[in-house]
Each structure stands twice: as C-alpha cells, then as structure tokens.
C-alpha cells in the first residue's frame, strides 16, 4: 500500500480523530471543569470508554473520505 502525501490541513481529507469529536463534545460540554488538567483528564476517561465499534466507524469515514478524494 502506497502512502499518499498531502498537507496537514488540507480540506478535503481530515484528520481520522475529526469524527470522534461530537461524541466528546456531547459528553463533555454537560459538566463544568475548573482547569485544563480536569479537562483533559475527564476527555481521556471519555474515549478510553468508547468502544473499539466506534474507533472501527471513525476510520469508515476516513476511508470513504479518502476514496472520494482519489476519485476526484
């Protein structure tokens, strides 16, 4: 398998992470957190309880994703 290269911000392939983050915006944003250290510690918690089913549906996106870029 060849790696593609391309830039780090480009728009039209995100990053693999991109689709976990309304699963950690809605869990996070109910409960109120006094520093960073809290934060961080609390959005570990978060995805260390996802489980691997919706790490496996984050990278379906991404390779759909990536397949609709090579097409085009």
Same mark, same amino acid.
């Given at each position: 398998m060849?790696?593609?290269?391309?830039?780090? @911000?480009?728009?039209?392939?995100?990053?693999a992470?991109?689709?976990?983050?309304?699963?950690?915006?809605?869990?996070l944003?109910?409960?109120?957190?006094?520093?960073?250290?809290?934060?961080?510690k609390?959005?570990? %918690? %978060?995805?260390?309880?996802?489980? @691997?089913?919706?790490f @496996? %549906?984050?990278?379906?996106?991404?390779y759909?994703?990536? @397949?609709?870029?090579?097409?085009?």
């Amino acid at each position: 398998m060849k790696a593609l290269e391309h830039h780090t @911000q480009s728009p039209d392939l995100v990053p693999a992470n991109f689709y976990l983050f309304p699963l950690l915006k809605s869990t996070l944003k109910v409960r109120p957190f006094c520093d960073v250290t809290a934060l961080i510690k609390n959005a570990t %918690e %978060e995805l260390k309880m996802l489980s @691997q089913n919706v790490f @496996q %549906e984050c990278l379906r996106h991404l390779y759909s994703r990536y @397949q609709k870029c090579i097409v085009a």
